[in-house]
C-alpha cells in the first residue's frame, strides 16, 4: 500500500497496463461482469445440457405420446432448466454488493429475464421437429413458472439452494400428473390451453422476478 | 457532521445487538473498539445501509437513509468494507474493483483512472490481472480496501481492515487511512488497540451495544493509568474501561 506517499495522478500509461478496459458505455460492461459473478456462463451451459438431453429423450422416444408418463421426463428436465436459472442468482460479494447504488435491483431483474428467455428458447429449439407434448406453449409456460419457484425459494434459502424448490415443486407435480389434480397453482399437470394454469404461472413469474429483483437471493 | 446517530438500536429477536447509540462525527478516523459481540459489526452494517436500525435516528453524510433517494445518494458516496469479504474467484483485481466503481454509479470515464488508482493504492498495482483465486488472505484483503476506496468515498466504513494484513501491510494501511480520513470520515472497527493508536483521532469502545466509552485515543491511555491490565497503555485504557462497564 501506498498511503503515505503523496497522490500519484495515474496516466494512460498506468490504466493500460493493468488489462484491456476503456471508458465505455456503463451498462453492457456492468450487466457483463454482473452475469459472470453470477455464473451466467455455466448456467447457459447447464440449460444447453437440459436442451440435448431432451433432444435425445425425443429421439430415443422416451418422450412419446401426450398422456402424464410422457410429460413426466419433459417435467424433470423443465425443472433441471429452471433450477440452472435460480441457483445463478447467487450474490458472491455479500454485503458489500449490498451497500452499493440502484442500478442492483436492473441488473438482478435484466439476469432473471436473461436467463429464464434462454431457458426456454433452449427447450424450444431441443425439441424443434420432434413432438412435444404440450408443444412449445406448455414449455412457454412451465419453465418461468418453476423459475418463479427458484427464485422464490433463492430469496428464501440462498441461491446455491436455490434448486430445491423447483425440485420439490415437481416432486408434487409428478404426483398431480399422475393423480390428474385441477388446481392451476400445478400448472404443468394442466392442458397447455388452460387459463387458470396460465394466469398462475404468470402471476408467480411476475412476483418472483419483483422479489428477486428487489431483494435478491437470501444473503448467506 | 458526516455520521449523526440519536438512540441508535438494532434488535435480532430479544437481543439487542446494538441499544441505544449516539454517536456523531464529521471528517477524520473513527475507531471503534470492543469486544467480540459488542455490536461493532450491527452498528457498521446499519451505517453501511445494509441494515434498518429497529428505533433511533440515523444521518448520514446529513440525509436519512430510511428514503429511497436519500439512501442511494448516501450509497454513491460510501465505501464499506465487510468483516467477511465476498468476491468471485474467477474476477481478476481490475474487474472486481471495476465491478464495484460502476455499482457505484461512477462516471464511465473516471473508471479506468479511478481503479488504476485504487488498486494502486493497495499496492496491488504488479496483481492487476491475476484472478482472485490466485491471491493471498492478505492481498484479497487489500482487493476489498480497494473495492471500499475506488469512489473516493465521503463516509468509509471498514469492519475488521487489518485481519490477515502482515505487520509491513498494517503500518501501510495505518497510513492509508490517515491520508483518507484528511477529508472524509472513516470508521475502523478493530480489536487491535494499536490501530486504533496509530490511525486515530476519536475512539468509541463499545459493550453490549452501548458506547462505553468515547474520546481521543490519549484520553482512553489516560483512563488505563493504575490499571494493571494489559501491556500497552492504550491496552490499559481499553480493559478498565470494560471493567468499569461489567461492574
Redesign the interface.
Known amino acids: ?4 506517499m503523496p ?2 495522478d ?1 496516466g494512460p500509461d ?2 493500460r ?3 484491456p ?6 451498462g453492457p ?2 450487466f457483463r ?2 452475469l ?2 453470477r455464473q451466467a456462463p455455466g448456467a447457459l451451459a447447464a440449460l444447453v445440457g437440459c436442451a440435448v438431453l431432451l433432444r435425445v429423450a425425443l429421439h430415443l422416444r422416451w418422450i412419446q405420446g401426450g398422456g402424464a408418463s410422457a410429460q413426466q421426463l419433459l417435467l424433470l428436465i423443465e425443472c433441471g432448466a429452471a433450477a440452472a436459472v435460480a441457483v445463478a442468482t447467487r ?14 435491483p436492473l441488473l438482478r431483474l435484466g439476469a432473471a429475464l436473461l436467463l429464464t428467455g434462454a431457458a426456454v428458447g433452449a427447450l424450444v429449439l431441443g425439441a424443434v421437429g420432434a413432438r412435444l407434448p404440450g408443444g412449445a406453449p406448455q414449455v412457454l409456460r412451465d419453465v418461468p413458472g418453476l423459475t418463479a419457484v427458484g427464485l422464490l425459494t433463492a430469496a428464501a434459502l440462498g441461491g446455491a439452494l436455490a434448486w430445491v424448490g423447483p425440485l420439490t415443486y415437481t416432486v408434487v407435480a409428478e404426483f398431480a400428473l399422475l393423480e390428474d389434480w385441477h388446481t392451476p397453482w400445478m400448472w404443468p399437470a394442466r392442458p397447455p390451453h388452460d387459463l387458470g394454469a396460465w394466469v398462475c404461472a404468470g402471476l408467480a413469474f411476475a412476483a418472483a422476478t419483483a422479489v428477486a429483483s428487489v431483494r435478491g437471493d437470501r444473503a ?1 | 457532521m458526516n455520521i449523526e446517530t440519536i438512540e441508535l438500536t438494532r434488535r435480532f429477536g430479544r437481543t439487542r445487538a446494538v441499544d441505544g447509540v449516539d454517536l456523531s462525527t464529521g471528517p477524520g478516523v473513527f475507531g471503534l473498539l470492543g469486544p467480540n459481540g459488542a455490536g461493532k459489526t450491527s452498528l457498521l ?1 446499519m451505517l ?3 441494515i434498518p436500525p429497529s428505533s433511533g435516528t440515523m444521518l448520514l453524510l446529513d440525509r436519512d437513509p430510511s428514503g429511497h433517494a436519500p439512501r ?1 445518494e448516501i ?2 458516496r ?1 465505501g ?3 468483516q ?5 474467484p ?3 483485481v ?2 472486481f474493483v ?3 466503481a ?4 461512477m462516471p ?2 473516471r ?3 479511478a ?3 485504487a ?5 496491488l ?1 504488479d496483481k ?2 491475476a484472478k482472485l483465486r490466485t491471491l493471498s488472505g492478505g492481498m484479497l484483503r ?1 482487493a ?2 480497494a ?2 476506496i475506488v469512489n473516493e468515498p465521503e463516509l468509509l466504513l471498514f469492519d475488521e481492515p487489518t485481519a490477515g494484513l502482515d505487520p509491513e ?1 498494517r503500518v ?9 480520513g484528511q477529508r472524509a470520515t472513516v470508521v475502523v472497527s478493530t480489536h487491535l488497540v494499536e490501530d486504533v493508536g496509530a490511525a486515530c483521532s476519536q475512539v468509541a469502545l463499545m459493550h453490549q451495544g452501548r458506547i462505553a466509552f468515547q474520546g481521543t485515543p490519549d484520553e482512553l491511555t489516560a483512563r488505563g493509568v493504575g490499571h494493571g491490565v494489559g501491556d500497552a497503555p492504550l491496552e490499559r485504557g481499553y480493559s478498565a474501561i470494560l471493567a468499569e462497564a461489567r461492574a
Do not use: C, W
Not at chain 1, 21 to 26: E, I, N, Y
Open positions: 500500500m501506498t498511503g503515505a497522490r500519484v495515474l498506468a490504466v497496463d493493468m488489462g478496459f476503456r471508458p465505455g458505455p456503463t460492461r456492468l461482469l454482473h459472470i459473478s450474490n458472491p460479494f455479500g454485503e458489500s454488493e449490498r451497500s452499493t447504488g440502484f442500478r442492483l448467506a | 452494517r453501511a445501509t445494509v442511494r450509497r454513491r460510501l464499506y468494507l465487510p467477511n469479504l465476498g468476491y468471485y474467477g474476477f481478476t481490475v474487474e471495476e465491478y464495484f460502476l455499482l457505484r454509479e464511465p470515464g473508471v479506468p483512472g481503479v488504476a488508482a488498486v494502486e493504492r493497495v499496492g498495482g492487476a490481472k487489500r476489498g480496501i473495492q471500499a501491510q501501510e494501511f495505518r497510513s492509508l487511512i490517515r491520508e483518507l
